[in-house]
């Protein structure tokens, strides 16, 4: 069961143009959302978040937009740079109601390649 | 270097052996997640710990896999008698508090049964 759904496996955009990825979730109990960027042969970084009290934050070429309504949200990256070529996960944080304890679900990935 | 630290990069068993695998979290982390990633698919939670005790291991089969974080030390997850199936890369993460929504990920083992 894919909580988390990146349904573009593959994104291709030119140098200098907006990269637009997308990702969808099914649970409304979602409260957190992150995006996280993987280099080959290394580990997930930490891109950017948003709560679910926000539709919108943004953090220099990086905006992350959230529709709660629609459960959607996507990462904008103006203006695109070949160094943003790597695989992109969404995830999503859930937390059992009352607790601390919580599950961080992640999509399977896009592969954004940036060319020149 | 004060990130989270996996070794070994890379594990080759054969089937029927026994894989372990370390994390050290961060420095100042004491609470560590464990993920697997298998091919074209997104990274898949296993286990919950905190030091000596393990908190959430629902996302982790119930035969031939184990963790623990003991009080000193690095984590350790444990498969035993490894199969193809096994052949995945385990990330590793780590945070400061128990609801702290960043974590911060190792550069992961890359299991290869053979």
């Known amino acids: 069961d894919q909580q988390v759904k990146q349904n573009s496996p593959s994104l291709s955009v030119q140098e200098g143009r907006i990269s637009i990825l997308n990702c969808d979730y099914t649970n409304s109990m979602f409260d957190y959302f992150l995006w996280y960027k993987k280099y080959p042969a290394e580990g997930p970084t930490f891109l950017i978040s948003i709560s679910s009290i926000k539709d919108k934050n943004e953090d220099g070429r990086f905006t992350v937009f959230l529709n709660k309504s629609a459960k959607h949200l996507s990462l904008h990256i103006v203006p695109s740079q070949p160094g943003d070529s790597a695989v992109y996960f969404c995830?999503?944080?859930?937390?059992?109601?009352?607790?601390?304890?919580?599950?961080?679900?992640f999509g399977r990935g896009t592969q954004l390649t940036v060319w020149p | 270097n004060a990130g989270v630290m996996q070794n070994p990069r890379h594990l080759v068993r054969r089937r029927g052996q026994e894989a372990r695998l370390r994390c050290s979290p961060m420095?100042?982390?004491?609470?560590v997640y464990w993920y697997r990633q298998l091919p074209e698919e997104g990274l898949k939670f296993m286990v919950y710990?905190?030091?000596?005790?393990?908190?959430?291991e629902s996302g982790m089969p119930k035969e031939r896999f184990s963790a623990e974080f003991p009080k000193e030390g690095p984590s350790i997850l444990r498969i035993q008698q490894v199969v193809r199936g096994d052949s995945a890369a385990y990330f590793c993460?780590?945070?400061?508090?128990?609801?702290?929504?960043?974590?911060?990920f190792g550069s992961g083992t890359q299991l290869s049964v053979l």
């Open positions: 710990l905190q030091k000596e005790n393990i908190i959430d």
């Open positions: 420095k100042g982390h004491s609470h």
């Open positions: 995830a999503a944080w859930i937390w059992e109601r009352g607790s601390t304890l919580g599950r961080l679900y």
């Open positions: 993460a780590s945070s400061r508090d128990r609801r702290n929504e960043k974590l911060f």
